[in-house]
């Protein structure tokens, strides 16, 4: 089965890749991993990005495209995979239908803002060991201090609540309107995020079997 998984940064994604990776014995291929995969292995358009990198720039759809293009002709990707991070945009979804590569179904993860936000912002992180915690739902068992080693713990630039709020917009504006892209071609399943991780696996089980 090919996949897509869709969701807003915080919305679980890549624990239910994980869960799809598991159950169906195909692979979670995340944008972020292969691209640096691509540059360590130093291929034709790994090489492109590491030009592009070097110089502060951000890596161009033709090259993305092409590093995705490298990884889904590998062996393991044969009896389907799971693009997490990718699609972002109209674009790279067209350049996809292009290559010729059939998606059988679109899993869009939904969370609200709100709770994105309460999520991600009130997550902290040990910068010794790298345990990470929640003001509400993972307290250490002293206030602001690594259970393990006894850091204080850290708030990371990227959970910042007005940084949350950014990727959020920037998720809304380029790549929520994948929904209706995929929604047209009858291949767009919404599953709305739950307060436990299982209870949502649970929903996108359900929407693979459909």
């Known amino acids: 089965m090919k996949l897509i998984l869709l969701g807003a940064p915080g919305a679980g994604k890549g624990t239910q890749a994980e869960f799809i990776c598991d159950r169906l014995s195909i692979p979670a291929i995340s944008t972020g991993n292969i691209i640096r995969a691509a540059l360590k292995a130093e291929t034709e358009m ?3 990005a590491k030009e592009f990198i070097n110089n502060g720039q951000l890596v161009p759809d033709d090259v993305v ?3 995705i293009k490298e990884r889904l002709s590998e062996d ?5 995979f799971i693009l997490d991070g990718f699609p972002r945009t109209i674009p790279q979804a067209e350049a996809l239908d292009e290559m010729g590569i059939e998606i059988d179904k679109v899993i869009d993860i939904e969370v609200p803002d709100e709770k994105i936000v309460t999520r991600m912002s009130g997550r902290r992180v040990c910068p010794t060991c790298g345990n990470s915690y929640h003001i509400e739902y993972k307290k250490p068992q002293k206030e602001n201090t ?3 080693c006894g850091e204080q713990l850290v ?3 990227d ?3 007005d940084t949350v709020k950014e990727r959020l917009n920037v998720y809304h504006e380029q790549t929520e309107p994948l929904k209706d892209f995929y929604a047209k071609k009858n ?4 599953v709305e995020g739950q ?8 929903l996108v089980l359900k929407a693979l079997e459909e």
């Open 46 to 48: 790994g090489l492109k």
């Open 187 to 190: 291949k767009l399943y919404i």
């Open 65 to 67: 495209i092409g590093i």
């Open 146 to 148: 690594c259970d393990s």
């Open 195 to 202: 307060e436990e991780v299982a209870d949502t696996s649970a």
């Open 76 to 80: 393991d990707c044969k009896n389907g």
């Open 155 to 157: 708030l990371r630039a």
């Open 159 to 161: 959970d910042h609540p």
